[in-house]
């Protein structure tokens, strides 16, 4: 029953499908950036495979009560825990925000069904969407990327995988010398080296079976493009203080933070006053003798959380320094013993895997140089980043990213030349160094995240993002702001949460 108009949008459709092209892309991680990388590129025609070192989808959200060995996270040697998650975790967004776009995260009957679950239901919302869209079956799970490296071949030897220093020069020759018009002109391929864990239970068999050859596998396959989705809450970032090498107190950071038990009686300085260092200050109060919670600066919400807890929390600003004798002196001129002190003061990205002879660097928290926190110019399109930005609502974001990238490959959309590339990564550096925004800040989103989302949709011709949801964000924030312990369960938004809930619902039925 089709009419005219829809016969000829199914031939432009068909059109179009016919001329995209299909790429092989390695998609490293299965957390959520990952998945819906997967998913979009899929979607889009390409040849997808998703390499995660883990047993399971979810990357951050499943928690592991296994703790690193290095309580600071510093030892490069350390033997690694991936996620974050403490126990008790329950989001810092509503769950209708934090969905993706086109899969809301709808409560489900028999599970966490409150408005801000806690961290396993995040967990089991992405296995859902994973069955949901049939991504399982393109994970490699156990298996590790240890090597991605520029392959510039056409055979398969181990000696086409290009690894002089030279060819950064060449490429910057090539890139900025004869200013191409079109990026996708470069055909950069990748080789990527992965590691794959023989699963404990195959090894068992194999110890009862006398049998040998249960080593990992390692694996070079060459692809034509590869998405970083690796996440950057894993390695840990601490705090500098005067005197820590000799202050006799025990020291670990929020990466390594499960429960409040092991805090019982004890003085504790919690530093940073992003969402984690205020989750764990107000969980420590019940049980530790005294909590020091010390940031840089500090608004509202800290002195109105006060007074509820007097005696048992403190808010001071920085620590000034420490000493020999267990002492810890804050900027304030107040002094006390302390027995642990508890670094909540964020994490660094980290590639090390990622061998681009120096094309992508990361230096002081900010990966570049990057088009748009995706594209390095001079590699781009073949190699992108997804999940790069903070402050931000993630899985809407990392859709975005994805579709973008996914449209990108297939050549449905196109990016600007590497010479146009380039000068707008300039200009982007210029301005934040003119208004002051520090360089650890390049990937902060915060107000103007929502601008780049649909910055993100418009290049490929997705809808912008709903105007109930940057309403509610806003009021989000405020809220969390205003009542720290008790946002989670007490709220005012009904009109907001009216609108979101009737058109999540339409989306799924
Ligand atoms: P990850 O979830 O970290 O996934 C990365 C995956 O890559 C992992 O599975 C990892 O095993 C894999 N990987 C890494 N390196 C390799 C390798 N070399 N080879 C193979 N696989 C590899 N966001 C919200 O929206 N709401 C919240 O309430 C919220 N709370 C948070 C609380 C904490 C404590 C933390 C740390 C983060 C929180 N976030 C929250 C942000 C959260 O990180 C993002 O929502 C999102 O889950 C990040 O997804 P990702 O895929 O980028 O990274």
Known sequence: NLNGEDELQMAIGSDKNAT??????????????????????????????VYEEGEKVGGVW????????????????????????????RTNLPRELMGYLDYPFLPREGRDVRRFPRHEEVASYLQDFAEEFNLLLLVKFCTKVEYVGIYRGDGNTEADIVNDSSFKQQLLREGCEDLREDSANLETRWVVRTRERRQAVEKERDVLNFATGCEDQVTDVIFDAVVICNGHYSQPRVAWIPGLEKWPGKQMHSHNYRIAEPFRDKVVVVIGNGPSGIDISLELISVAKEVHFCAKKWDLSKDLFWPLHEG?????????????????????????????????????????????????????????????????????????????????????????????????????????????????????????????????????????????DNWLAAQCGSEPIESWRIKMYKVAQKIRKLYPDSYRDIWDDYDLLDEAQSYLLKLKT
Not at 26 to 48: F, K, P, S, T
């Open 312 to 452: 048992k929390l403190q808010c001071h600003l920085l620590v000034e320094l420490v000493t020999e004798d267990g002492t810890v002196h804050f900027q304030d001129g107040i002094s006390c013993h302390v027995d642990v002190i508890l670094h909540c003061t964020g994490y660094l990205y980290s590639f090390p895997f990622l061998d681009t002879h120096g094309i992508v660097t990361v230096e002081n928290s900010a990966v570049g140089p990057l088009f748009e926190h995706v594209f390095p110019p001079l590699l781009a399109p073949s190699l992108s980043f997804v999940g790069l930005p903070f402050k931000v609502v993630p899985f809407p974001l990392f859709e975005l990213q994805s579709k973008w990238i996914a449209c990108i490959l297939s050549k449905s959309s196109s990016l600007p030349s590497t010479k146009d590339m380039m000068a707008d990564v300039q200009s982007f550096e210029v301005r934040l160094a003119e208004e002051g925004i520090p360089k650890h800040y390049t990937h902060n989103l915060d107000s103007c995240q929502f601008e780049y």
């Open 20 to 49: 995209k092209q299909s790429c092989k892309v390695a998609v490293i991680g299965a957390g959520a950036a990952g998945l819906v990388a997967a998913r979009e590129l899929q979607r889009e025609g390409h040849e997808v495979v």
């Open 62 to 89: 499943l928690y592991n009560s296994d703790v690193e060995d290095d309580p600071l996270g510093l030892d490069p040697n350390r033997c690694s825990v991936h996620s974050s998650m403490y126990a008790s975790l």
